[in-house]
């Protein structure tokens, strides 16, 4: 078990870029989280899948945000046209859900989005 | 909605001092509360997780407490050394598969 991971860890581009970020969960967790966090504050929930299906999203998920989780393992999430306001931390996290356990999120290093 | 207060948002304590962090949170329907700890520029990593029907959880030398009725936990830290300066967030939870709600941390710094 090598914990949750992200790809890649920092990322610089430019006004207007699209831009896509990786995460891999725990092996065996079915749950998968996003959250962002910019300077000064806590981390803030984007969305959420349980195996491959998308069953929540936060309003602060705009149209030009994307995820996906095609195939229940890793995930994907996707910006498109960036702005300097999308510059934060980007964190995933994952989980096992299930009767009789916690659903204790563990979460990943971040990609730490800087938009120029 | 839920919503979770920390303060104050940054504390400054001699090395060796015990302390205690404070959480608040407006909602007392909850599933569970975790302590994360965050290093600047990294990830979170989970300290304790008290469920709903839990007083406090232990581990090592950080003791977290919680008190659904008035909204509150503590994260008590004991013998505090230079290695425990960080970030300390508390999260709660209101379902078993619902999202995690922040507070804003308490940034913490143990002098030598």
């Known amino acids: 078990d090598t914990g949750v991971s992200q790809d890649p860890r920092h990322k610089i581009t430019k006004r207007g870029q699209n831009v896509t970020f990786r995460c891999d969960p725990i092996s065996e967790h079915n749950r998968l989280y996003w959250y962002r966090q910019t300077l000064g504050q806590g981390p803030e929930f984007l969305t959420y899948?349980?195996?491959?299906?998308?069953?929540?999203k936060s309003r602060l998920l705009s149209d030009r945000f994307s995820a996906e989780r095609p195939k229940g393992s890793f995930s994907t999430l996707e910006i498109q046209r960036t702005e300097q306001g999308d510059s934060a931390m980007y964190l995933c996290a994952s989980s096992l859900a299930g009767a009789g356990g916690f659903n204790e999120q563990f979460f990943g290093p971040g990609t730490r989005l800087t938009v120029l | 909605k839920q919503e979770v207060t920390q303060i104050p948002a940054a504390l400054s304590v001699p090395e060796g001092e015990n302390l205690v962090l404070n959480c608040s949170f407006t909602d007392s329907a909850i599933y569970n509360l975790q302590w994360f700890r965050q290093d600047p520029g990294k990830g979170l990593t989970s300290l304790l997780l008290i469920q709903s029907s839990q007083r406090e959880q232990t581990s090592g030398r950080l003791n977290a407490s919680l008190d659904k009725s008035s909204g509150r936990s503590t994260l008590y830290i004991a013998a505090s050394q230079p290695g425990d300066s960080a970030t300390y967030l508390c999260?709660?939870?209101?379902?078993?598969?619902?999202?995690?709600?922040f507070g804003k941390g308490i940034t913490l710094s143990v002098r030598p």
């Open positions: 899948f349980q195996n491959e299906a998308q069953l929540e």
């Open positions: 999260a709660v939870k209101i379902g078993a598969n619902s999202k995690l709600t």
